[in-house]
């Protein structure tokens, strides 16, 4: 983002094909994960579920019948004969009832044995029962515990190597996976490591407090600590604090409570320009996080004066909001979303800012980008002058799943529902409408995890709760199975090793992405993220995949090279609050046009994508390319590349100067985008021009409403905004406005 302004602004810089193989392997494979289906356990089963029996259809059979209460998906038994190994077999359906034969079995054997079955959807395990050959009775012997979800088919020989099938429908459009695992049962208390601090009113407000300053001292300088690998996450229980809380780089802050309200922070949860370097200018204030909790602010008047990657969510303030430094600086923000201000929101030196589903006391300032979507106490829709654009409702929208303690102390997630035409906050009216997961479904991913690891986990059907650090990659992270959660806290940073794509996630239903940021490594990448493999084409309305605050950097910290950063091929994904950056300033030796390449931020190949709270800088080429039909973005900002050396070296394929910020494909007829702004600022060579900002086939499907571009200084210029429609930028530091296009 803009490390420089108007005059005056400064800017740091540094900175083979064997088929009888493969299907043996694919049978070992499937066997092994039915034998995993018995050993690591899924929710407990209740008596009332089912009933179960024995009978011997001959002298060496025993005929096991498993009726359950709720017709079940699927029914597994897992016996041993005697001293044997366990088996683990998918039973015959026969009527209501279940049946598995085992054969030969001699008399006076002892047969042992449980069931797993499913039950609306989850999965649950028996206790263990035995049965004696020729008794003609059945005694249960203990019990089984542990939680899944998932559904699996299969098959068995009465053999350790037998096969098995499955599929899952992960969308209306049938999206097929392949059969999911089952977690092995983490705990609800789990251990989130040492970078992850959980508060309690009961260790004292002193206490708390000392602790807030040496991690804030350690984690707020622009210069030393913006490309460091510190990560951090304050977490506080139910109760309130009288405290103040700095939040520095890398650093979420977050509530325990189910609800806002169920932590009250007495004091604040700052940002502001804080370091002497700054010399009052938040332009750099990135990737810190404020979520799920109540502000009492000790002046009245909360701040938070950042930039970008700096989500404030979910948060009851009881007073004002400040979004800009004390010292009226620069600010160059930022992102509200599912939130209460009792007071006045105030803007002030925000040049853009984005707010929804929220409930503000009023509104006030803007200059030049103000958006608000489902926003009650938003101001009117009088873009250009003042510069704000107000929709009523936001379309669709989903929020963040979130974690949480339960009254018996043990932590969940919880995962909101999807809204449509959302106005306000999701907990206006009380809890939020949702459901929730127990932390038993979440693997904990912390130092020490590998790709390997974590693929391990995604494979077995968990869920990530990942925790603040760097995780290097030496292979793509695979999120295969609908409607996983992958959460972080604390900016975890994932860095792909040797050219992989970070993360890939299959064309499913309802996976949510949350809280992660993706840093290019040195050697190139294809992609970052990609969500469905190209060509995907199912439905995903009633349970969109969401994308929300996951953030991309190349360059910066090391001299990180990717083509792309985001490819959603998926339909009906929501993309919400995401910055895509490719650096503009760093540490030294890792920008430059030929140091840190990148051709695209974001690419949109899926129908019906909603992107709320778009923020995309600094790539090569087109920024932004959206190739999806019904395609909707509110908010969007931007800055051109800083850095091409010379106009020859930036120009596009059709021979125009450079490349549009946004382009909408040329066979795209129906796209339509509110409250865009697009910045350029060429200080390596102010000679370079870009002939239009956003580039748009000619339809009157593809709608474009408050269009902006501006020359921060005077360096450099864009002759149009949209199309060859708008002025070309001022010398002054002055917006050429679009108010609607066509």
């Known amino acids: 983002m803009r490390r420089t302004f108007p005059p005056g602004r400064t800017r740091q810089r540094p900175r083979v094909h064997r088929p009888v193989a493969l299907l043996a392997a694919f049978a070992l494979a499937l066997a092994g994960l039915l034998g995993l289906i018995g050993t690591i356990g899924s929710a407990s089963a209740d008596a009332s579920d089912y009933t179960q029996s024995v009978s011997e259809p001959s002298s060496t059979q025993a005929k096991l019948t498993f009726t359950p209460t709720t017709p079940a998906g699927y029914v597994i038994v897992h016996y041993k004969v005697g001293g044997g190994g366990q088996l683990n077999v998918q039973m015959a359906a026969s009527g209501s009832s279940w049946t598995y034969t085992v054969s030969p079995i001699t008399a006076g054997t002892v047969l042992t044995y449980s069931f797993t079955y499913t039950k609306n959807g989850p999965q649950y395990d028996t206790p ?13 012997t203990g019990t089984s515990s542990g939680t899944s979800t998932g559904t699996s088919t299969g098959t068995s020989t009465g053999t350790s190597t037998g096969t098995s099938t499955g599929t899952s429908t992960g969308s209306t459009g049938g999206s097929t996976t392949p059969p999911p695992g089952n977690c092995p049962t983490q705990s609800d208390t789990p251990n989130f490591g040492p970078n992850v601090h959980i508060f309690d009113p009961s260790m004292g407000n002193a206490a708390i407090q000392a602790q807030l300053d040496a991690q804030f001292n350690q984690m707020k300088d622009t210069n030393s600590a913006q490309f460091s690998e510190n990560r951090v996450a304050d977490l506080y229980k139910p109760g309130t604090y009288n405290v103040t809380d700095n939040v520095g780089f890398y650093t979420s802050v977050a509530g325990l409570g189910q609800n806002p309200d169920d932590v009250t922070i007495n004091g604040d949860v700052t940002v502001d320009a804080f370091n002497a370097s700054d010399a009052g200018n938040a332009t750099q204030n990135f990737w810190r996080s404020a979520e799920n909790l109540a502000i009492n602010p000790s002046s009245g008047t909360d701040r938070w004066a950042v930039a970008q990657a700096a989500p404030f969510r979910r948060i009851d303030v009881h007073g004002n909001l400040a979004l800009y430094p004390a010292s009226y600086g620069y600010a160059s923000g930022g992102y509200i979303a599912d939130s209460k201000v009792s007071g006045q929101a105030s803007s002030v030196s925000q040049q853009q800012w984005y707010t929804r589903d929220s409930n503000l006391g009023s509104w006030a300032g803007g200059v030049w980008n103000m958006v608000f979507s489902g926003v009650n ?54 809890s939020t409408p949702g459901s929730s997961l127990p932390m038993s479904q ?11 690891t974590i693929n391990n986990a995604l494979a077995s059907g968990c869920n990530l709760f990942v925790t603040p650090g760097v995780y290097h990659l030496s292979q793509t992270l695979n999120v295969t199975k609908a409607d996983t959660v992958v959460l972080g806290i604390g900016y975890p940073t994932f860095v792909p090793d040797n050219g992989v794509t970070a993360m890939q996630v299959a064309d499913v239903n309802g996976v949510r992405l949350k809280g992660l940021l993706f840093d290019a490594g040195t050697t190139n990448s294809q992609a970052l993220l990609t969500v469905g493999p190209s060509g995907s084409s199912a439905s995903h309305a009633t349970d969109p995949t969401t994308v929300q605050d996951v953030f991309f950097r190349i360059g910066g910290e090391r001299a990180g090279k990717a083509t792309n950063s985001l490819i959603v091929n998926s339909s009906n994904t929501i993309i919400d609050h995401i910055w895509a950056w490719r650096a503009d300033h760093g540490t ?7 140091t840190n390449t990148a051709d695209t931020g974001l690419t949109v190949n899926g129908n019906n994508v909603l992107a709320t709270g778009l923020f995309v800088e600094h790539y090569q080429k087109y920024e932004v390319v959206w190739n999806g039909q019904g395609g909707k973005t509110i908010f969007f900002q931007n800055e051109n590349p800083y850095d091409p050396p010379n106009q020859a070296a930036w120009k596009n394929p059709a021979g125009q100067n450079g490349y549009a910020a946004y382009k909408v494909g040329t066979n795209v007829t129906t796209h339509e985008a509110w409250g865009l702004g697009s910045y350029c600022y060429f200080n390596v060579n102010p000679a370079v021009n870009n002939y239009h900002a956003f580039e748009v086939p000619n339809t009157s499907g593809v709608r474009f409403h408050s269009v902006l571009t501006v020359s921060l200084g005077g360096v450099g210029t864009i002759s149009h905004v949209i199309n060859d429609t708008g002025a070309v930028t001022a010398s002054n530091t002055t917006p050429s406005n679009v108010v609607n296009f066509p």
């Open 442 to 452: 979440f693997y904990v991913v912390k130092a020490g995890d590998t790709a390997a």
């Open 377 to 430: 106490g938003a101001p009117g829709n009088t873009f250009p002058n003042p510069p704000e654009t107000t929709l009523g409702t936001t379309p669709v929208s989903r929020d963040v799943p979130y974690l949480y303690i339960d009254g018996s102390g043990k932590y969940r997630v919880f995962l909101p529902s999807l809204r449509t035409n959302a106005s306000g906050p999701s907990w206006a009216s009380g």
């Open 588 to 594: 030294a030796g890792t920008v430059g046009w030929g």
């Open 128 to 140: 263990q029962f035995t049965y004696t050959q020729g008794s003609g009775g059945s005694t249960s």
